[in-house]
């Protein structure tokens, strides 16, 4: 019965985060700051992964489709397919919960064990309301847009690096990536990246937030919050697909 | 002033505080006493609602704390300045934004306005120049009067040190010990002081209470706690060798 113990406090703490705001302004000041440093933050890693895994998706879907009877603009068509329907909203964010869950974490968790916490509840701040809010929803503001970027980027990488092997040619992956293209994929992909980024950022405030101890427990409440992250990102994207593409 | 009637809290089987009652003398510093372990920190953040009681009342001038739902708690918590054992500074704000914090958060002052008043609270606590540092810039000693500065900030009614001079040397901790009483004083505050430095005791100390196990054991002044005969009490303030030499000469 630990997980319903967790399960309730998890709910109570949310429920506590989303209540009215004591000053608007001071609120939305932290928001802006949070969507630069979680969103604009993560753009260098998420550039990186997309356009070099593009790339590798690209290489592995010629290698794999090497047989006459399959035209070669398939490899865009599979190339685009596994970019937006699973690499982009699932691995990235996976990526975002190592980088961003980790960090919240850490910073909600140091603020605990050094009474940042207690200081903020003593003058009357919700402090929940204050530390976990903004994250949240900075987090999916910018999760989607970084999603939506990795997707280009991804498909961009795929490209070059395709062209340049010799594995594809420019007109053929061009053809192959907007063949049969189906926007509901992408509003399927964002979907599963609007639930992904509340998972992350709510699940690692909740491990920080509930720090107790010492530097030791801020390095154990770090790595929970990434485990926990990603198990529950791997666990939706069953539901969510089940429910979205059955 | 505030009263604490009753209060007992339990952690599991273990109580560690037993059905205290203490009143806390406005515009004096109150001292609460005891080893470690004894209760005195729980029984602190009882007082200021971060930990709930199973039983008792906190009565912060004539109105119950204690089942308070947070919303009601914030207008008696407006009132009240803690400052830290270790300062609790937000560490990604400078000296300046930690003072004006809680007033960009419940006033409605220009920045001028709050500016102005982060350099009175900073003068106060004889502190200049130091607006635009970081926590992680200042030594012990100035971050326990930035904690200072930015408890008064808001002008509170009561006063709370979670152990002021600890990590200080002598003469920063005298320092700060008069800073907490002179403040107290001019501001006609309720002050209490959690602490186990024997020379706060004495220096500043109006009301000691000395906490034994989760009870309130003893309640005097400085003078008397030099004095009395109580077993428990000459065993935590004459431990050491300074202090036994401090009692011979009484």
New interface residues.
């Given amino acids: 019965m630990n997980w319903l113990y967790h399960f309730g406090r998890y709910y109570l703490l949310i429920k506590?985060t989303f209540?009215r705001p004591?000053?608007f302004s001071?609120y939305w000041k932290q928001y802006v700051l949070q969507m630069d440093s979680l969103g604009i933050g993560s753009l260098g890693i998420v550039s990186i992964i997309s356009i070099f895994m593009g790339a590798v998706i690209c290489i592995q879907s010629a290698f794999g489709f090497e047989s006459p009877w399959i035209p070669l603009y398939a490899v865009g068509v599979s190339t685009r397919d596994i970019i937006t329907l699973e690499f982009s909203p699932t691995v990235v964010c996976l990526i975002l919960a190592g980088k961003v869950g980790s960090n919240i974490a850490s910073e909600i968790g140091?603020?605990r064990v050094?009474?940042?916490i207690?200081?903020l509840?003593?003058?009357?701040?919700?402090s929940s309301g204050y530390l976990i809010a903004p994250k949240i929803l900075a987090a999916v503001t910018m999760f989607p847009l970084l999603i939506v970027l990795s997707m280009f980027l991804g498909l961009f990488g795929g490209y070059v690096v395709g062209v340049a092997a010799g594995a594809v040619t420019p007109y053929e992956y061009i053809y192959g990536i907007t063949y049969d293209f189906r926007p509901y994929n992408i509003v399927y992909a964002l979907v599963k990246t609007y639930i992904f980024s509340f998972i992350i950022t709510s699940v690692s405030a909740y491990h920080g937030y509930f720090t107790n101890g010492g530097a030791l427990e801020v390095g154990r409440s770090s790595t929970k919050a990434v485990v926990y992250s990603s198990i529950l990102i791997l666990l939706f994207n069953v539901i969510i697909t089940q429910i979205l593409l059955s | 002033m505030i009263q604490v009637q009753n209060l007992s809290k339990a952690f599991g089987e273990k109580q560690i505080i037993k059905d205290i009652s203490i009143d806390f003398i406005k515009g004096k510093v109150n001292i609460i006493i005891g080893e470690s372990g004894s209760g005195k920190t729980v029984l602190s953040k009882l007082m200021?609602?971060?930990m709930e009681p199973d039983s008792g009342k906190v009565i912060y001038d004539g109105n119950n704390f204690i089942g308070l739902n947070?919303d009601d708690?914030?207008?008696i918590?407006?009132q009240?300045g803690?400052l830290?054992?270790?300062g609790?500074?937000?560490?990604s704000m400078t000296v300046e934004q930690n003072i004006v914090?809680?007033l960009?958060?419940?006033t409605n002052m220009s920045e001028q306005e709050k500016t102005e008043r982060a350099n009175v609270c900073l003068n106060r606590v004889n502190l200049v120049n130091v607006n635009k540092l970081f926590p992680a810039e200042l030594s012990g000693g100035m971050k326990k009067r930035v904690g200072i500065a930015r408890a008064i900030a808001?002008n509170p009614k009561y006063l709370?040190c979670d152990e002021p001079n600890s990590g200080l040397d002598p003469k920063t901790s005298i320092l700060i010990d008069n800073l907490i009483k002179e403040i107290t004083e001019e501001f006609n505050m309720t002050t209490i002081v959690i602490t186990h430095d024997m020379n706060s005791v004495i220096e500043i100390g109006d009301y000691i209470n000395f906490i034994f196990k989760g009870e309130l054991w003893w309640k005097g002044n400085s003078g008397e706690i030099l004095k009395t005969d109580n077993k428990e009490i000459n065993d935590f303030v004459y431990c050491s060798t300074f202090m036994k030499k401090v009692k011979e000469n009484l």
Avoid: H, W
């Fill in positions: 506590r209540k004591e000053k001071i140091t603020m050094t009474e940042q207690d200081a509840e003593i003058m009357g701040i919700n | 200021v609602g971060l947070f708690k914030r207008e918590r407006k009240i803690m830290f054992q270790g609790a500074l937000f560490d914090f809680p960009s958060m419940f808001m709370f």
